[in-house]
């Protein structure tokens, strides 16, 4: 069975500071790990996707994870917070390219002071 | 592009009850999906379908019905609403390619907020 771990529901960062957001996960199978953000009253949408290339993922927005095996990892991070990064992130995992179902994370939510 | 939409957007049901979420996509996608959220507790899944004419349980079934008549939509059914049903519910979708693989991206709907009081 495949689980996901976030730790710390809220996270709270200056303008301009780095933001990380920390994700754990088992999987029994090679895993494809996402990262979704959903702003207020909106549904889900993808950050970024590891799906078993390069280690070092780059998405939209400035965001990039990087995939740890030995970790069991996948820590989300932006250089500098910008006030539109304010929004709950989501970790997910799949059981891969035959995986059809995705297991969340608890999410974090992010605030951004000026 | 109308993607995944979901109908109604709010509702307001009394315990006992009963109603039916509806959720359609036009990107011909297989796989569609039901999840509801809940604060602290992230997405849980509560049914999905991998065809037409096909449904399984996910992580939280109990208090829900679905059915897939048609590829396009997922209609989720709550057949006797209780107060612990108050939540928001997601509709997604995923394509698959050849051998019916998945890169596990979800489209999601905007959401169907219920309250049962």
């Known amino acids: 069975a495949q689980s996901v771990t976030q730790l710390g529901s809220h996270v709270s960062v200056s303008e301009g500071a780095l933001v990380l957001l920390r994700c754990n996960y088992s999987s029994s199978v090679p895993p494809y790990l996402f990262w979704y953000v959903q702003y207020p009253n909106q549904g889900l949408q993808l950050l970024l996707k590891y799906t078993s290339a390069a280690t070092l993922v780059k998405g939209i927005n400035g965001f990039e994870a990087e995939f740890k095996k030995s970790e069991t990892s996948f820590h989300l991070t932006k250089p500098s917070a910008h006030m539109s990064d304010a929004a709950e992130y989501f970790c997910a995992v799949s059981e891969g390219a035959a995986g059809n179902k995705l297991t969340f994370g608890g999410g974090t939510r992010v605030l951004v002071k000026p | 592009n109308a993607g995944v939409t979901q109908t109604p957007k709010f509702r307001v049901l009394k315990t006992g009850q009963s109603m039916t979420l509806l959720c359609a996509q036009d990107?011909?996608?297989?796989?569609m999906y039901w999840y509801r959220q809940d604060p602290g507790m992230g997405l849980r899944l509560i049914h999905y379908?991998?065809?037409?004419?096909?449904?399984a349980k996910g992580e939280v079934p109990d208090g829900y019905n679905v059915s897939r008549l048609k590829k396009q939509n997922f209609l989720l059914g709550l057949e006797s609403a209780a107060p612990s049903q108050t939540s928001v519910y997601f509709c997604a979708s995923i394509p698959t390619g050849q051998g019916r693989l998945t890169t596990g991206e979800l489209f999601f709907g905007e959401g169907s907020r219920l309250t049962v009081l």
């Open positions: 379908s991998v065809g037409e004419g096909t449904t």
């Open positions: 990107m011909n996608h297989e796989y």
